[in-house]
């Protein structure tokens, strides 16, 4: 009713006034939408950063009591090493040599586990003809082929960077595999119709068909890029952080482990994050055809 | 009938089963001639669209002969374009991009590409969704952007199976419409149209085929004498609509009743 009555002092036709009426209130009602979506998001990142606290702080009053800090050292005492450790910068050293080992077997492993794929993936007979070995070494624990990886490749990059190889290869190479046969049939004939080469349905309909999968392989493959990078470290490297938690490790020294534990979680969550945005952004990037 | 096109000499398909031979076709025989419109009708399974696939060169037979243009066909028929029963879209591409496939699989320039493209799109009432991509599209869309497609290169003799299957009963009128105004500019185009649907059979056909329940037979072929071009919803309020339905329902009727009974 009241807006009806200022709609007539505003001198605008009925209708008119009422869609205008009409749009405000959407308008409001999409305002209030936002800010409960805000505040839920607010409560959450709240909950979280709580949790993380309420999680340090019990495990530091534990600590002393309950728990044996030369067991289970304190976040205090994790902190204190952490600062000494980058005020100094003596962890550099080993935080840029795992990352270098891990994108360099994950660049590596990504790109042969993408061209077998899509190469087997097409030719059948090869593929079922190498299919049981592929399955063997896929089923293989890779930790296992560590102390021979140290006997060909010695102690440092080569042997740690060939468990990432390892580790990350399969993965990869199942989902490219997948997404080659996941291609429609139906778009594959209909493009050998219009007169497709061999090599223009490759380019133009397997591969595109197949990307999603690829992408969701390489992404499914970080986190093992870091377990082969901390295993190859931990069997036989003298830097690294997979070396440091071991080294500490050897020296009872629970603070620097958790030290050590603490820079790798930061690392595996920093390189979820950028796989998460940084494969979207790539998606972008990369042309459709 | 001088002028043949696709000639089918007995043409049977079968499959192993478990070790028992099934034959979904057997002993196909039809002339198809340049610029005809033979639609094939018959009770599901009844192996209508694995005529197209041969037809197309994506299967063999496994006895008889497949004569395209007067020759054996040997490997993908690049001759002829395919319209298939799903969507058929190429999901990752917009609606022009998907329409210019073709041409762009045969080098075609991209200028020209693009203003045949933007004709084709015209013809099919597309204007305007270059840039969506089909699953932004309705059914019928889909459908016109695919017909589009197979439009585009020209092919001389075009393989349409169901296409207008999925299609809502008025959405399906339309498109039978279209793709007759269609076929009214590119002439003396040939197409064999699979359907199970008997209005369609006659108000698309030059000649219908009816196919009998598995292994598929061809067990009547009817031509239909209506004029072109058809008016597709008033054609079928004609006496002489009528009379080509009721023969052909009757042929059919048969072979659905048959197959009812030999699968109960």
Known sequence: MSAEVSADISNMSPPRAAAADEAAQVRRLLKEERGRELRRRLLILAGQIALGAAALAAWEA?????????WFSAPSDIGRTLADWFVSGSVWPHVRTTLYRMLAGFAAAAAAAVAL?????????????????????????????????????????????????????????YSVLNGVRAADAHLIDMARIMGASRRQLAAKIILPAAKPWIFAGLKLAVPY???????????GANRGLGFLVQYHSGQFNSTGVFAALFILTAIALALELVSKHGGNALRRLLPKK | MSDILISLRSVRKS?????????????IRLDIGRGERVVFIGPSGCGKSTVLNLIAGLIRPTSGEVLYGGKPLSGVNTRVGYMPQADGNIPWRTVGEDVAFPLEIRGVPRPRVRAAVAEMLRTVGLSGFENHYPSELSGGMRKRSVLARTLIYEPECLLMDEPFGALDAQ???????????????????????????????????????????????????????????????????TPAFKAHYDALWRALQEEIREAEVSLG
Do not use: C
């Open chain 1, 117 to 173: 794929g899509l190469l087997l993936g097409r030719l059948r007979v090869l593929e079922k003809i190498l299919e049981p070995y592929i399955m063997a070494l896929f089923s293989l624990p890779k930790v296992a082929l560590g102390p021979l990886f140290i006997i060909w490749f010695g102690l440092g990059f080569k042997s740690s960077f060939m468990m990432v190889v390892a580790m990350v290869f399969f993965p990869v190479f």
């Open chain 2, 15 to 27: 499959y192993l089963r478990g070790g028992r031979v099934v034959d979904a076709l057997k002993d």
């Open chain 2, 171 to 237: 959405t399906k009128l339309q498109m039978q419409m279209e793709l007759q105004n269609i076929l009214m500019k590119f002439e003396r185009r040939t197409m064999v149209f699979v359907t199970h649907d008997l209005e369609e059979a006659v108000t698309l056909g030059d000649r219908v085929a009816v196919f009998s329940r598995r292994p598929g037979t061809i067990k009547l072929v009817h031509r239909v004498d209506l004029p072109w071009p058809r008016d597709v919803h008033a054609v079928r309020f």
């Open chain 1, 225 to 235: 890029a870091i377990i082969g990078a901390v295993i190859g470290e931990m069997l």
């Open chain 1, 62 to 70: 534990l600590s002393g009591s309950v728990l044996d800090p030369f």
